[in-house]
Every structure is written in structure tokens, then in C-alpha cells.
């Protein structure tokens, strides 16, 4: 088994569509944990850490879930601009990536 | 964006030879890591350094070495080069972990064909 899992999609949804990602993690020890993207032959970009409590920035909404072991992030109004691979990132000391989940947003 | 620059950006190379992938910062960050990206795979550690000279090793070690001589530069050496080691090949920093914040910051890849 993985230590981090995501759904690797695709996601193809429309503009405008609300969508959502989840990645488990198999490691109860973490304690920190971030949403990256990654456009097509670029490098991964953060997006967003994770924290306790959820956090909100602008469309973008990220969970986490400890008891169950895993980080949700959320996306309202999609545009096209969010087609991307969405990476989720766990650890404590070292940490491990997610494959990433794809996402296309169609006019 | 952050500071960090990668070279080459593209090298194509043949089975049995060495190749030295540089990775070069300018924000000063304590931490520099190397990972390679490959298809169904999340990105997967190879080596870091939490200082000049202080290195250690990832989760996929084998067949790679690493240097860090200065604050800013860190090295990535494969000594005999193999087609398995075909890869995209990132650089990452950050800054102090006693912010307990792990956030990483990548340069933008070296994509490597071993033929």
C-alpha cells in the first residue's frame, strides 16, 4: 500500500462545477500536510497547506481528517485555469507525495 | 517565485556514464532536497541536505550521490548511469523545519534520458 493515496481521475468537469479531491495517508504520525499543483512538464507549485481546523483561500478549501486518516480539498466555480494535476503532500520529517489527481475544467 | 534554478534542463546521456545535475539557490534556505518524478509515482526522495555538508538519503537512494559545498548549491551525481534512472529530476528547498512547516519549493526540472 501506498503511504499517500489519491484518486488519479481524470476529473472533467465544467465551468463553473464544483469539485472535490481526496488523499488518504497510511502514516498516523504525520503533521504536516499541503496541496500542490503541477501543470503539464512544470514543476509542482503549492497551493495550499493543510491545517487542523480547515482553511479557506478564495475558491479553494482544504480538510483534514485525522481520525480518518485523510485531507480533502475543495474547488468552487472552476475555471479553465484550474486544469491541472493536484498533488497532496503528507509528512512528518520526510515527506511523501501523492501521484496527483488530474483535473480538466471544460468550457 | 523562489529563487532556484536547475541546470541542465535537458540531457540526454548513455548507459555507463556518469551525470551531474546541479541544483543552485538564492534564498538562502537551510534545506535542498532531490526527487525524481516518474509516471504513476508521486514525486519520490532521493537525497536532501539539512546543511553544508549534511546530507542524507531518500527513499530512493540507490545509485545516486550527492554534494553540498556551499549554502546555495546541491549536487546530484549518478555515477554509472542506467536506463531505469530515465527520469524528470526536481530540486526543492525550504526554509528552517523549527517552524514546523515543511513547505517546499521546486526549481523546474531536469528532464533525463539514459539510453
Known amino acids: 500500500r501506498k503511504e499517500v493515496e489519491q484518486d488519479p481521475g481524470p476529473f472533467n468537469v465544467p465551468e463553473g462545477a464544483t469539485v472535490a479531491f481526496n488523499c488518504t495517508y497510511s502514516n498516523s504520525a504525520s503533521q504536516s500536510f499541503f496541496w500542490y499543483r503541477q501543470d503539464c512538464r512544470k514543476e509542482p507549485k503549492l497551493l495550499m497547506s493543510?491545517?487542523?481546523s480547515g482553511n479557506e483561500d478564495g475558491r479553494f478549501t482544504a480538510q483534514l481528517n485525522r481520525a480518518s486518516q485523510y485531507i480533502s480539498l475543495l474547488i468552487r466555480d472552476s475555471k479553465l485555469s484550474d486544469s491541472a494535476t493536484y498533488l497532496c503532500?503528507?509528512?512528518?520529517?520526510?515527506?511523501?507525495f501523492g501521484a496527483g489527481t488530474r483535473l480538466t475544467v471544460k468550457p | 517565485d523562489a529563487g532556484i534554478t536547475q541546470s541542465p534542463r535537458h540531457k540526454v546521456t548513455e548507459t555507463g556514464t556518469p551525470v551531474t545535475l546541479r541544483c543552485h539557490q538564492t534564498?538562502?534556505?537551510?534545506?535542498m532536497y532531490w526527487y525524481r518524478q516518474d509516471p504513476g509515482h508521486g514525486l519520490r526522495l532521493i537525497h536532501y541536505s539539512y546543511g553544508v555538508k549534511d546530507t542524507d538519503k531518500g527513499e530512493v537512494s540507490d545509485g545516486y550521490s550527492v554534494s553540498r559545498s556551499k549554502t546555495e548549491d546541491f549536487l546530484l551525481t549518478l555515477e554509472s548511469a542506467t536506463s531505469s534512472q530515465t527520469s524528470v529530476y526536481f530540486c526543492?528547498?525550504?526554509?528552517?523545519?523549527?517552524?514546523?512547516?515543511?513547505?517546499?519549493?521546486f526549481g523546474p526540472g531536469t528532464r533525463l534520458t539514459v539510453t
Open positions: 503532500v503528507v509528512g512528518h520529517n520526510d515527506m511523501r
Open positions: 493543510v491545517y487542523s
Open positions: 534564498e538562502n534556505h537551510r534545506y
Open positions: 526543492a528547498i525550504s526554509s528552517d523545519h523549527g517552524t514546523a512547516s515543511y513547505e517546499q519549493y
